[in-house]
């Protein structure tokens, strides 16, 4: 199958605890992120998705986020989740491999890495909670960030009004 010329290659390296704004999200937590973050972010079926968290929550980001092809990596610790996506992005050569990559945290660890992305000549898109972006991360991407929007479940339903 060859890719469309206009369609980049695209990677989305997700800290689910971030997201869900918890250590320890439930599954219902991360049903909710994944619902925001598909109303946030054109994810292509061809696109490459990697979850992160810890080994405690695994479990519940595991069912929760049911996308067939999506992958996970588990760290526990200070900084785990964040640290396995920071391994994916260097150990798997993510800057030759991606024209695209959406970092979906609002950690400030990140602001570094996603510099010498950008600095490689990738696109780099910043998905975070409002409230939870660092300065730092939002200054490196230069701004391209998108917020996490709402879950399209919980919006009440629009009802026409006959004027």
């Keep these: 199958m060859t890719r469309s010329p206009s369609r980049s290659r695209t990677i989305h390296l997700l800290d689910v605890e971030n997201l869900?704004?918890?250590?320890?999200?439930?599954?219902?937590?991360?049903?909710?992120?994944?619902?925001?973050y598909e109303a946030t972010v054109d994810v292509d079926p061809s696109d490459h998705v990697v979850l992160?968290?810890?080994?405690?929550?695994?479990p519940h980001v595991g069912f929760g986020w049911?996308?067939?092809?999506?992958?996970?990596?588990?760290?526990?610790?200070?900084?785990?989740?964040?640290m396995a996506l920071i391994g994916v992005?260097?150990?798997?050569?993510?800057?030759e491999r991606f024209d695209h990559v959406v970092v979906?945290?609002?950690?400030?660890?990140?602001a570094e890495?996603?510099?010498?992305?950008?600095?490689?000549g990738i696109q780099v898109?910043?998905?975070a909670v409002r409230e939870s972006l660092s300065r730092r991360l939002g200054?490196?991407?230069g701004g391209q960030v998108e917020y996490l929007r709402s879950d399209p479940g919980d919006e009440p339903a629009i009802s026409a009004v006959a004027a």
């Design 20 to 36: 869900c704004e918890t250590p320890l999200p439930a599954e219902a937590d991360v049903r909710s992120v994944r619902r925001r």
């Design 52 to 58: 992160a968290s810890s080994h405690l929550a695994a």
């Design 66 to 82: 049911d996308r067939p092809g999506a992958r996970r990596v588990w760290r526990s610790g200070c900084d785990g989740a964040d």
């Design 89 to 95: 992005i260097w150990t798997e050569r993510v800057a």
């Design 104 to 110: 979906a945290s609002g950690d400030g660890i990140f």
């Design 113 to 120: 890495h996603v510099g010498l992305l950008i600095e490689a």
């Design 125 to 127: 898109t910043v998905v």
């Design 139 to 141: 200054f490196a991407c």
